[in-house]
């Protein structure tokens, strides 16, 4: 086990992938993914006094040959068509361009590529060790398959990032995933490669797209035993998920001992999300992120790359809980008490609903889950399930 002795009361040196560019990633104006959300965070760490120009590090557009890491060169060719209007609804279809959750749109293929280039740049950023961390909120788009596009995601960022430090660093990297939905085109990109492990903690499949991420999920061939899988059930609340990931995450590094780990941050776990069941409060984006940042320094030498991923409610929610994500990368401690007036009087005119005055949620920010002690009781069998064949693992018998 690789240990990085750090003073906690230094700040690590960390870079902050941006580019206004990022927005030009947009289907159309009534679709749920919008990448405003970025802006929505980076400025709102502006505010707070937090993001400086000295944390900015520039993405690249990812090259052709680095998109095939992880994508085949005739998806490659539909998408660059589709991106110009050259590509037929048939045609498109065939390759998941142009469904309901993917349209095509104008110049797709220049912004997809910008945002695999962001988390190229992480990657190299925090390899070549001109930084500890690295955090790219315009990735982790983790659906996008080897030759068809999904679920929001055209070039899986991720797989490619995760692909690209193989061959570039040759390192062993364990993929976190949090965000509600499963992490299936990371996962499924590297099933049958034992020097990659991935970690997905969502809501089950029974009710949620993209319907995988099963416990019995465990790899293939030589990669088996190195994919991992919570599906908890919906109207989970932060204790239960809380529990399970930090009993999975520090049992699966453990077992694994990675160089390096990248994280998928989605924020679409919080209770106010309009596109899934669960019921987190920003007490968990709290969380995700400090557990993460405190076992890349402990297995990894610091070496963290972080990505952005789901989050539908772009006012609420994920300003917050991804601005969460840079402070405990650069501080080790989370934002507490009211969100910066001058953060709140711009965007509050822009807003369609009610801004939050504070980084918490307030007690009693939902109804109570009245099947809460079964829906606790189910997630602690899955992790017995998900973590049972890990030698020497801690048997957890549903207690807490």
């Known amino acids: 086990m690789a240990e990085n002795a750090r003073d906690d009361n230094m700040s690590c040196p960390s870079g902050f992938v941006f580019s206004n560019d990022f927005t030009s990633y947009r289907f159309r104006d009534d679709h749920p993914f919008n990448q405003m959300r970025v802006i929505l965070a980076k400025e709102l760490l502006e505010a707070a006094g937090a993001l400086h120009e000295q944390h900015f590090i520039q993405p690249r557009i990812a090259t052709e040959q ?11 060719e539909a998408v660059k068509k589709a991106s110009q209007g050259r590509l037929s609804e048939e045609d498109g279809l065939e390759y998941g361009i142009g469904t309901e959750d993917t349209p095509m749109f104008k110049g797709m293929h220049e912004a997809s590529s910008l945002l695999v280039g962001g988390t190229l740049a992480a990657i190299d950023a925090v390899m070549e060790g001109e930084v500890e961390h690295a955090l790219n909120l315009g990735g982790g788009l983790h659906h996008g398959f080897e030759r068809k596009a999904s679920g929001f995601c055209i070039y899986n960022d991720g797989a490619v990032g995760i692909k690209y430090l193989r061959e570039k660093y040759d390192v062993k990297v364990l993929y976190v995933d949090t965000d509600a939905h499963h992490g299936d085109g ?30 019995n999920e465990r790899g293939l061939k030589e990669g088996y035993g190195y994919s991992f899988n919570l599906p908890i059930d919906a109207f989970t609340e932060d204790d239960s998920f809380l529990h399970l990931y930090e009993s999975a995450f520090r049992e699966i ?22 596109l899934t069941h669960l019921c987190s409060t920003m007490k968990i984006f709290e969380r995700i992120p400090k557990l993460a940042h405190e076992l890349a320094h402990q297995y990894c030498n610091g070496k963290w790359i972080a990505l952005g991923g789901g989050g539908y409610d ?6 917050r809980a991804w601005a969460q994500i840079w402070k405990v990368m650069n501080d ?3 934002f507490e008490g009211p969100l910066p007036e001058e953060w709140l009087r711009k965007w509050s005119k822009e807003s369609p609903v009610s801004l939050p005055n504070d980084w918490h949620d307030p007690e009693d920010s939902y109804k109570p889950i009245p099947r809460k002690s079964e829906i606790t009781e189910k997630n602690a069998q899955v992790l017995e399930k998900a973590l049972q064949l890990i030698p020497n693992h801690k048997r957890m018998n549903g207690s807490f």
């Open 186 to 215: 990371v996962q499924w990109a590297f099933y049958d490669d034992p020097n990659v492990c991935t970690f997905s903690i969502h809501e089950t499949g029974r009710y949620l797209f993209p319907g995988t991420g099963n416990v």
């Open 66 to 76: 680095e998109l095939a890491l992880a994508h085949s060169p005739t998806y490659i």
């Open 332 to 334: 080790d401690v989370a």
């Open 314 to 319: 772009i006012w609420r929610v994920v300003p």
């Open 253 to 274: 590094v453990d077992y694994f001992q990675p160089d390096v780990i990248v994280t998928q941050n989605g924020a679409d776990a919080h209770f106010l999300d309009p």
